[in-house]
T-cell receptor, first 115, second 110 residues
Framework: DTGVSQDPRHKITKRGQNVTFRCDPI?????LYWYRQTLGQGPEFLTY????????KSRLLSDRFSAERPKGSFSTLEIQRTEQGDSAMYLC?????????????FGQGTRLTVV | LAKTTQPISMDSYEGQEVNITCSHN???????ITWYQQFPSQGPRFIIQ???TKVTNEVASLFIPADRKSSTLSLPRVSLSDTAVYYC???????????FGSGTRLSIRP
């Protein structure tokens, strides 16, 4: 499968714990995005990388959230001291230079439940 | 980034043609119009993209009038499997992010 891969698919954690999600984009896609989606809402933009550089972060991304993309390949999203409000689907997407920002390929997402 | 407005929900029946219209009054000259489809518990999937007039692929058609202030996604002969949320987005390739609205929840009945 050469699509965008996210791991894990599901994560249940206790409030206050730290969690880390991984995203493997399509090979040679230089742009990588993270989104958060809650039930009944469209995906909310969190952050964006071009190669290894994190170029933009949403104001939704509090200090407890951090994302990295070392070497411009896979990316990780860490949430520290999780809160119940962090429960959501976390989506990763990637796009190629040819596709620009409006043609992105999404992974299946990681569903986070904070109890 | 131009904001879009689309119906919250639509219902139709199998075999019908479904048209979902999106308004984007503030679309910029360089902006493209893109539609995504999302099934429950899956990430959005790119359907079609266009700049002006009409674009057609194996999944859908996209109609864009000359003023580009709206667009219509047309799904021919829908089936139950077309039940999903459809998002209309407007943006330019060098912009940094893709912004989703709430989308249109399409329900197809037998």
């Amino acid at each position: 499968d050469t699509g965008v891969s996210q791991d894990p698919r599901h994560k249940i954690t206790k409030r206050g714990q730290n969690v880390t999600f991984r995203c493997d984009p399509i090979s040679e896609h230089n742009r990588l995005y993270w989104y958060r989606q809650t039930l009944g809402q469209g995906p909310e933009f969190l952050t964006y990388f071009q190669n290894e550089a994190q170029l933009e972060k949403s104001r939704l991304l509090s200090d407890r959230f951090s994302a990295e993309r070392p070497k411009g390949s896979f990316s990780t999203l860490e949430i520290q001291r999780t809160e119940q409000g962090d429960s959501a689907m976390y989506l990763c997407a990637s796009s190629s230079p040819a596709g620009g920002n409006t043609e992105a390929f999404f992974g299946q997402g990681t569903r986070l439940t904070v109890v | 980034l131009a904001k879009t407005t689309q119906p919250i929900s639509m219902d139709s029946y199998e075999g019908q043609e479904v048209n979902i219209t999106c308004s984007h009054n503030n679309i910029a000259t360089n902006d493209y119009i893109t539609w995504y489809q999302q099934f429950p518990s899956q990430g959005p999937r790119f359907i079609i993209q266009g700049y002006k007039t009409k674009v057609t692929n194996e999944v859908a058609s996209l109609f864009i009038p000359a003023d580009r202030k709206s667009s219509t996604l047309s799904l021919p002969r829908v089936s139950l499997s077309d039940t999903a949320v459809y998002y209309c987005l407007v943006g330019y390739s060098s912009a940094s992010k893709i912004i989703f609205g709430s989308g249109t929840r399409l329900s197809i009945r037998p």
